[in-house]
Structure formats: C-alpha cells, structure tokens
C-alpha cells in the first residue's frame, strides 16, 4: 500500500506501521492519532513558539517575527471535518520554507527527502504525517503552509495551523502547531 493509500485510509480506521514496517490494522505507533484526553498537552513548548526538529535531533525554535520575516503564500482550501465542510483562504510560510530556515531538511540531499517524514504535532498532541516528497520542490512541490492568517485576519497568538491543500478531508490540518519534527530516512 502507497503512503498516499495509508494516509487516506488513516482518516477512516487508524492504520499502524508495525516495528517491520508494515501496514497493518494493529501494533505500534499510529500514522495519525485523534487528540487523546491521556496524551498531555505539549507544555514544554511555549505557546509563542513552535519547536523544529530535524533528523539529527537538534531544535530550533521559530516564533511569530521570524515566520513573518518569510515569503508568505495564500492557500484556498475546501475539506470535510466533523462537522462539515470547511472552506477559507489561508496565508503563511511554505512548510518547506520553515523546515530549510531552521536546518530541519538539507535540500542538497534528494535521495533523503523521498524517504523522510515529517510529523506535525498540536499542543492537544494530535499528530499527523506528511511525507517530505510531498513538499518538496523537485518532487511534489505540495503547498503546505504554516498558517498565520485565515480568510485575511491573523490567526490568535501561537495558534498557527499546517494547511494541506488538496486533501479532501481536513485530519492533516493540524491546529495549534507545537512541534515539528523531521524523521531520519530508516
């Protein structure tokens, strides 16, 4: 089964990757996990601040002003959520963008990024997942942002929200971004 496949079919039954990296209905950790009243809150990172990881295991922490300092991108959107549909127009910095200021992806390194992911957790500890093909600029070139701004108005402090276009329900539009974090190829 494609990452593509999993993902959609994560939205319907959660699929786990066991330790041999299988798809199957049962193991270990989940591709993306609905918020969990027993996971906690990520009260280690500033609400001011998300923190970014990459595959060496060192952070950087981005704030408001530094996200302002990159190129901002309007997305239009339109997925289905619980309660609905949902369309509006977002702005903000490429994900991509984001993960090359902080040293999170070396964009030199091709053969590393189609077998990379990067896990997008909210501060309720929801986690999604994106493969870094897809937004990468030679492969995919996905227009995933970190959102600051919807339909024009800026989002609340520290609330900010990874977009992905495209997607026709909205599990991996994470809301209230606390960490990223860029997983080493196996």
Request: hydrophobic share 45%.
């Amino acid at each position: 089964m494609c990452l593509a496949a999993a993902m959609a079919a994560a939205e319907a039954d959660p699929v786990r990757i066991d330790a041999a990296d299988n798809l199957t209905g049962a193991t270990t950790a989940p591709i993306a996990a609905p918020p969990s009243p027993t996971k906690p809150a990520r009260p280690d990172v500033p609400a001011d601040r998300i923190l970014v990881t990459g595959p060496t295991g060192g952070d950087a922490s981005v704030t408001a002003e530094a996200l302002a300092k990159l190129p901002a991108v309007s997305v239009t959107v339109s997925f289905g959520t619980e309660g609905g549909q949902h369309q509006a127009s977002f702005q903000g910095p490429l994900l991509w963008d984001v993960l090359a200021q902080t040293g999170a992806i070396d964009a030199s390194r091709r053969r590393e990024q189609v077998r990379a992911i990067v896990l997008i957790e909210g501060r309720d500890g929801y986690t999604a997942a994106l493969a870094v093909g897809e937004i990468a600029p030679d492969f995919e070139g996905k227009q995933v942002i970190l959102a600051e701004r919807m339909d024009g108005r800026p989002l609340e402090p520290g609330h900010w929200r990874i977009i992905v276009p495209a997607d026709r329900r909205g599990g991996r539009s994470v809301r209230d971004v606390a960490r990223i974090a860029v997983t080493p190829p196996p």
